[in-house]
Structure formats: C-alpha cells, structure tokens
C-alpha cells in the first residue's frame, strides 16, 4: 500500500506535466505565433490589413453566414432535440442519424454534394438561371455550406440535457392548462437556457470558422463569396504572410470571445447539474 501511495503522485504529476507540455505546444504557442508574425510590422500594418476592402467584405460575409446559419440551426435544434426527447415515433433513430451526419462528412465532400445538386452540371441549373437565382459560387451557396457543418451542435447540446429532465414538469404543466408554447417558454426553456447557449456557441464558432465546405462552394471571388479563413488562405498563397496573419488575429479575436462565453456557460452548467 505504502509503495502504491508513493507511485500515485508520480504518476498524477507526470500526466499533469504531459497535459502542460501539450497544452502549450499545441495551443499556446500556435498562437503566439499568430500574433508575432501578424504584429510583425507594427499596429499601422495590422490596421491597414484588417481594414482592407476585400477583408472587410469578408468579415461582412462571414458574419452574415453565421447570423443565417446560426438562428436557422437553434430552431432547428430545439424542435428535433424536442421530438427526439419528448416523443416516441417510427424514424426517430433516423433523425438521429442525420442530426450526427455532418460529423461523419468531410466538409469538402459536403461541398462538392452542394456542387453537384445545384451546379453547372444538375439538373436543376436550368431552373435556378431561369429565376435569376445563383446558388453556387455566389452568398446562398455560402450559407448553405455553413447551415450544413453547424447542423448538429444545438441539438446535441439539448438533447442530453432534455433527456435528463424527462417529460414530468410539461405533463403536468399540460395538465394545468398551459398550451404548447406556454410549455415550452415557461417550463423546458428555463431548464434548458444554459445548454441551449452553449449549443449556440459550439455553433457560431463552427460556422465562423468553417473552410473545406465554403472552400468548394465560394470560387474565391474576392470582395463577394470569400469568408475570412478563405481571405486568410488567398493572402498566404500570395506570399503576404504578415496581412495573412493580421487576419487571423483578427478570427482569433473573436474566437477568444465565443471561448470567454463557452466557459461562462459550462459554468452556469456545471452549477445547474449540482
């Protein structure tokens, strides 16, 4: 016992020191990289990159697919996470499955499925440029790759949690009188706000930073269908490895935000499970 008891700290002590040596090779000093070489030529550079018109619709464009995606994968989210928790019914694996499909598909193969639906070469082209409608190299095709690999993070926040929770409060809410919506606001929202935050999050830095699908969908026309890691990559390949970086930074700032507010809630989380 005596020997097991000197072996423990050791141990703990060696696996902590593993998980400090990675952490830092991995995490941090990515990301001091990041900003050495975005800052490399002072404030005035950074500034004159992140406010070039190209970057600048990038951001615009970037923020406009997440706002779409974003609110669309919360209802989305709530209502499966609902059916899934709340009903029994024939499919319900299935829409389990597909909940959990865009974790399975590459992203760049999600992009090429969007390619081949709506592109040159689909069937329905001929109908999309007869409405003057492009999907494909052009804002929607943007979105729609974004709705696509941030589909499942609501959902699976809330479903755990909603499972947990059982249908006992509603049941009896129901049989108070309350309507759908007056469960849902008064009884499952309040249970499940914090999961649902957190899902949002998950979410908005999944489609903020989301490349392969965007990638294969966007053509890389610059100022219209570029997101910010596209405007990263298209400056990297250009050799502009400062202005590249100055853009990361720029991405990475609003990462920090989504991770200041994804621990916030782990907190109120981690407090409502106690």
């Known amino acids: 016992m005596q020997i097991q008891s000197q072996k423990r700290p050791l141990a703990e002590k060696g696996l902590i020191s593993l998980a400090v040596i990675l952490f ?44 779409i995606a974003v609110p669309l994968n919360v209802i989305f989210g709530i209502a499966a996470a609902w059916a899934v928790t709340k009903y029994q019914f024939r499919g319900r694996q299935l829409l389990l ?44 095709g943007i979105i729609l790759a974004t709705l696509f690999v941030s589909v499942p993070f609501v959902a699976r926040e809330l479903i755990p949690i909603m499972e947990s929770q059982g249908i006992v409060e509603e049941e009896a809410a129901a049989v108070l009188g309350a309507n759908g919506w007056q469960i849902f606001y008064y009884v499952t929202l309040p249970n499940i706000k914090w999961a649902l935050l957190h899902g949002v999050v998950l979410c908005t830095a999944r489609a903020l930073g989301e490349f392969g699908a965007v990638s294969v969908v966007s053509g890389h026309i610059r100022g219209y269908t570029n997101t910010l890691p596209l405007q990263i990559e298209i400056l990297y390949n250009e050799y502009n490895i400062v202005a590249a970086f100055s853009v990361a930074i720029l991405l990475l700032g609003l990462s920090l935000i989504l991770l200041l507010i994804r621990q916030w809630t782990e907190s109120k989380l981690a407090r409502q499970s106690v």
């Open 97 to 140: 499955t597909l909940i959990d499909l865009p974790f399975s598909i590459s992203p760049v193969v999600a992009g090429l499925i969007y390619v081949l639906l709506f592109g040159a070469q689909s069937w329905l082209y001929p109908h999309l440029q007869a409405v003057d409608f492009q999907i494909i190299y052009a804002i929607p």
């Open 24 to 67: 830092f090779v991995f995490l941090v000093l990515p990301l001091l990289v990041v900003l050495s070489q975005g800052l490399a030529k002072g404030w005035g550079f950074f500034w004159q990159a992140i406010s070039e018109e190209d970057t600048i619709s990038a951001l615009k464009l970037t923020l406009l697919a997440a706002g």
